[in-house]
Nanobody, 128 residues
Framework: QVQLVESGGGMQQAGGSLRLSCAAS????????MGWFRQAPGKEREFVAA????????YYADSVKGRFTISRENAKNTVYLQMNSLKFEDTAVYYC?????????????????????WGQGTQVTVSS
């Protein structure tokens, strides 16, 4: 049974940093694409970043490019999202997701429907 457990959320002032973790278990994730999505109150879920586990290639939404970094640690089966230069508009519930199928395009990487496993989410609140 696949489990994704996020941690590391909390409150931070604008300009500060947080690091989110997603501990994955239940199978081998080497062939998976792992993603981070977020959903702010009253807004639709949006793509933040993704990483192909086997190659380490990363992808980012324009809104976070240059500020956020996604990475993975094979030994711990964990994916991270380092968030720097936080802005008020980064406030949201952040979700980790895993996709076992082939996601061929960057457009598809940003589509939550491509991911079959999801974590429970962790709240990030940025004060201005």
């Amino acid at each position: 049974q696949v489990q994704l457990v996020e941690s590391g959320g909390g409150m931070q002032q604008a300009g500060g940093s947080l690091r989110l973790s997603c501990a994955a278990s239940g199978r081998t994730f080497s062939g998976y694409t792992m993603g981070w999505f977020r959903q702010a109150p009253g807004k639709e879920r949006e793509f933040v970043a993704a990483i192909r586990w086997i190659t380490g290639r990363t992808y980012y939404a324009d809104s976070v490019k240059g500020r956020f970094t996604i990475s993975r640690e094979n030994a711990k089966n964990t994916v991270y999202l380092q968030m720097n230069s936080l802005k008020f508009e980064d406030t949201a519930v952040y979700y980790c997701a895993a996709a076992g199928g082939i996601i061929a395009t960057t457009q598809a990487l940003a589509d939550g429907a491509q991911y079959e496993f999801w974590g429970q989410g962790t709240q990030v609140t940025v004060s201005s």
